[in-house]
């Protein structure tokens, strides 16, 4: 069973409050109670009329073919262009002068961006690709600021057919390096900077010493951004040359419905990312289906926000591939939500008349810290749906969003997915779901979802176990690239056919579904996954550290927050220099996000006979609770000596 002796969602159990969607929700609403009966009686064809949202060259022959599990293949033989669906048949059905994305930058520049404008750039930059010697199937590595060109770089990509691997721009020279040379990228699309918290920040150098290591990379587009000074090499080429001197028509090729369409990294339970690699045909379908449902979009009336950065999959699916292929209108944010005032989201809101909105826990907290004060200087009466996801939202934060954000008029979906599930999959349905808050409620229509025993078997209400998937579905990453065995042995070894995604969960009482974080190695620290190996081996790559433990501890703002014990080398000078230097290197290694926000400087580690770490035992210790269970320690003084910590340094950034 799940260890849930720290269980903090204990509580949730007896959580009785129920949120109906109001009758006018329910009167405009896209979705219907029914969805559920007609996946569950045909679920085939139910995932091929949602496949009928897009325009395909070729129709499938086969809805699915399984016969190779665990690697699918969706709508078989359809033949689709991505970039075409997102952009130019809103183009062709004469929404041309729709905007499409209304950028504001941090430092307030603003640019509205019409779908025929987005179709110009696109074909431009996929000219400017092709001149580069970019054919489908060669990778592209996309390392840029929340820019309109991030976007527009993606979909020139899938307009021509080469995978694109987006590496999130805090990431360091180093995880791009590697991300780079896993993927044998032949051309990097990057930018002089960004801004962010009311500066300017450089990219192009982390870019400089990354390719300078990769030699796969033939080109380096770049776009000027900030304007800042950046070094030259013989392989840049400014964007504003290349792209803006192309041509704005590009006769787009059709493409398999398996063609693969990117490859996003993700944190393992090892020191090494995974590559996710994702498909053409069924990730667009999936992505366009929930976006329509889960937010209740409509095209042309609602403007959609969603916070997160491109670099993530959250960004992937829900400001890229979901909403444009639905003909949204949305808003794309550059900046901090702090930069200049505590106020710039909402204000935001406000300008845009933003009415659907999704964003994740750890920001909800964060302004419910700062207090309604902020919030309540502008006018929100424009929101209809606020989204959240990334980590479990506790029933305090749900209910904060919903009254200070809300004006308690709007169904919250909570959404549960993954990288590597490509799209929503657990979530109420707007205007269907009596809402709970703290519960992303229900399998979506098209979807299994399961909470299971040790055995693989379902569990009774009230219980805990494990989240599983027992059914394919349509945006499921096809496997890991470039590395099938572990594809196979992480996620499908543990019970037969069952996708085993990582997370603990519970059934209410009523049947409906409670995330309980993660029971593997794997940290959530602001909505964003960390591995605890990856922070441990960059950690003992420090001159000064001979031994490391990492730990996810509990953070009211954060979720987790990512705790250190490191074991020095003998001839290392303890000072808190030391320690901080220690913190910085992991932000050089992997980049500011991975930087614990404590270091603890240790004697001995507490580990088990066999020697592995036992990392519950230091969560205590960096939860300061009492010490659990011991019996299992090789050396039982070693908590003693640990508890005595010789020196801590904590992040103040
Ligand atoms: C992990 C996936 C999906 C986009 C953002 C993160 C956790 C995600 C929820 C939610 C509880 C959630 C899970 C999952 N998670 N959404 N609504 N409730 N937990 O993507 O980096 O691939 O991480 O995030 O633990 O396994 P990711």
């Known amino acids: 069973m799940v260890d849930v002796t720290t269980d903090p969602f204990e509580s949730m159990l007896h959580e009785n409050r129920h949120f109906p969607p109001s009758p006018e929700f329910v009167a405009q609403a896209n979705a219907s109670l029914e969805l559920y009966a007609q996946a569950q009686g045909d679920r085939m064809a139910f995932w091929d009329e949602q496949a009928g949202r897009l325009h395909w ?366 799209a929503i999959m657990i979530s109420p349905l707007p205007g269907v779901t009596h809402t709970k808050p703290g519960s992303a409620m229900d399998p979506l229509p098209g979807i299994s979802a399961k909470v299971v025993d040790d055995d693989g078997n379902q569990i009774e209400r009230s219980e805990a176990g494990y989240l599983i998937l027992d059914e394919p579905w349509p945006a499921m990453l096809r496997g890991i690239w470039g590395d099938d065995e572990r594809y196979v042995e992480q996620y499908w070894s543990r019970w037969p056919q069952v996708y085993f995604a990582g997370d603990g969960a519970k059934y209410d009482r009523e049947g409906h579904i409670w995330l309980l974080g993660r029971v593997d190695d794997v940290m959530n620290v602001s909505g964003h996954r960390i591995s605890t190996a990856e922070v441990e081996s960059a950690l003992v790559s420090h001159a000064a550290v001979a031994e490391a433990a990492v730990v996810g501890a509990n953070d009211d703002t954060t979720g987790q927050a990512i705790v250190a014990f490191v074991i020095l080398r003998e001839n290392a000078d303890i000072s808190p220099d030391t320690v901080e230097n220690i913190r910085s290197h992991v932000g050089t290694e992997i980049g500011s996000i991975a930087k614990p926000k404590r270091v603890m400087v240790v004697k001995e580690l507490p580990k088990t006979r066999s020697g592995k770490i036992m990392r519950r035992l230091l969560r205590d210790v960096a939860e300061n609770r009492d010490l659990g269970d011991t019996s299992t320690l090789a050396d039982p003084a070693v908590m003693a000596l640990i508890s005595s910590g010789l020196a801590t340094a904590t992040d103040t950034d």
């Open 57 to 422: 060259d070729k129709r499938w022959t086969t809805t699915l073919d399984w016969s190779g599990a665990p690697f699918a293949k969706w709508f078989v033989d359809g033949r689709i262009n991505v970039a075409v669906n997102c952009v130019d048949r809103h183009v062709a059905d004469g929404f041309g002068d729709q905007v499409a994305i209304h950028f504001e930058g941090e430092p307030g520049d603003t640019r509205a961006i019409t779908y025929q404008q987005l179709q110009d750039e696109v074909c431009q930059a996929a000219n400017a690709l092709a001149a580069l010697g970019v054919v489908a199937g060669d990778r592209v590595a996309i390392y840029l600021p929340m820019i309109p060109e991030a976007v527009i770089a993606m979909l020139a990509c899938a307009r021509l057919g080469a995978p694109h691997s987006v590496v999130f721009g805090g990431f360091s020279a180093e995880a791009l390096r590697s991300r780079i040379d896993d993927a044998a990228a032949k051309v990097v699309i990057t930018a002089d900077g960004g801004y962010r918290r009311g500066s300017a920040f450089p990219l192009k150098p982390a870019v400089d010493e990354a390719v300078a290591a990769a030699p796969t990379v033939e080109h380096v587009l770049v776009v000027r951004r900030t304007g800042g000074d950046v070094v030259w090499t013989d392989k840049d080429v400014w964007w504003h040359e290349a792209v803006g001197g192309a041509s704005t028509t590009h006769d787009p090729e059709f493409f398999d419905s398996e063609h693969p369409l990117f490859i996003l990294y993700t944190s393992g339970t090892t020191g090494k990312p995974k590559g996710i690699l994702h498909t053409t045909g069924g990730y667009l379908t999936q992505a366009a289906y929930t976006h329509h449902m889960v937010f209740d979009h409509k095209p042309g009336a609602d403007v959609y926000w969603c916070t997160a950065d491109v670099g993530w999959i959250t960004g992937h699916s829900y400001i890229v591939y979901g909403p444009l292929a639905n003909r949204a209108t949305q808003v794309m944010y550059e900046g901090t939500p702090d930069t200049p005032h505590k106020g710039r989201w909402w204000e935001i809101v406000e300008k845009y008349r933003v009415t659907i909105l999704y964003t994740a826990p750890t920001a909800i907290r964060t302004f419910a810290k700062w207090g309604r004060e902020f919030p309540g200087q502008f006018d929100l009466t424009s929101l209809r749906l606020l989204g959240s996801v990334g980590e479990p939202i506790n029933p305090a934060a749900w209910m904060w969003y919903r009254s200070v954000i809300g004006g308690d008029n709007c169904p919250i979906v909570d959404t549960w997915w993954q990288t590597e599930t490509g």
